[in-house]
């Protein structure tokens, strides 16, 4: 195997690494939920339902 070829090959298997931890970062469970949390908090309802104690005037 010439030194080029061995250079293209290690290069190669370099980027490969490099994709594949990117690739596990990304889809690591506590980085996901980490993520998610806030959006699932800001979509609860936090105010009362209307027709509850105190939500409605009698007129």
Do not use: C, Q, W
Request: hydrophobic share 40%; glycine share 8%; charged share 25%.
């Amino acid at each position: 195997m010439t030194p080029r070829a061995l250079a293209y090959l290690l290069f190669t298997l370099l980027l490969a690494l490099i994709f594949a931890g990117i690739i596990a970062y990304y889809f690591n469970r506590k980085r996901y939920e980490r993520v998610e949390s806030p959006k699932h908090r800001m979509l609860t309802d936090d105010d009362p339902p209307p027709g509850s104690a105190g939500g409605e005037r009698e007129g």
